[in-house]
C-alpha cells in the first residue's frame, strides 16, 4: 500500500528543523522531483544577487529573462494581474494553462480535485503518479 512507503520519507522532511517555510517548501519539491524522475533544473531566486527583481509582472518577467527563459507558464488566474506588454518587452511569450485535473482513485469515494501532489503518492504511489501525470491509465 503507498501510504506506508510515502509516509515515512514525508515524515523524515516534515520532522527536519528548518529556518522558513520556503526551506520546507524547497526540501518538499525536491523531494517529489525526485520521486517522479524529473530532470528540470530548479533554481531559487532568492540565491541570486540581483538586487531588485521588481513587483508583480515585472518580478515574474525579470527572473524569467534572468534565466533564459523563453517562455513564462501562468494558470488562467494570472489574467488578472499580468501584463503582457512587459513579458513582450524583454522577449518572453506569456502563456496561460488551462489545466484540467487528472481523476484518480482516493481513499474517499468521491473524488476531491486540487490536492497536493502528495495526496496521489499516498493513493497511487511514485510510479503510478508519474504514469498519472504523463497521461497515461493508471
Not at 26 to 48: D, F, P, V, Y
Request: proline share 4%; charged share 20%; hydrophobic share 35%.
Amino acid at each position: 500500500f503507498p501510504v506506508t512507503i510515502v509516509f515515512p520519507e514525508l515524515e523524515m522532511i516534515l520532522k527536519t528543523p528548518y529556518q522558513t517555510l520556503s526551506e520546507l517548501n524547497i526540501a518538499c519539491i525536491l523531494w517529489m522531483k525526485g520521486k517522479l524522475n524529473l530532470k528540470t533544473r530548479i533554481e531559487i531566486a532568492s540565491q541570486h544577487d540581483k538586487g531588485d527583481w521588481g513587483n508583480q509582472t515585472n518580478r515574474n518577467a525579470s527572473i524569467c529573462a534572468y534565466f533564459g527563459g523563453s517562455r513564462y507558464l501562468s494558470g488562467l488566474g494570472g489574467k488578472k494581474y499580468n501584463e503582457e506588454k512587459v513579458f513582450n518587452e524583454l522577449g518572453i511569450q506569456l502563456v496561460y494553462s488551462d489545466f484540467t485535473h487528472p481523476i484518480y482513485d482516493q481513499m474517499k469515494t468521491d473524488f476531491v480535485p486540487e490536492l497536493s501532489l502528495i495526496d496521489a503518492f499516498f493513493n497511487l504511489g511514485y510510479e503510478q503518479t508519474q504514469k498519472l501525470l504523463l497521461g497515461k491509465k493508471t
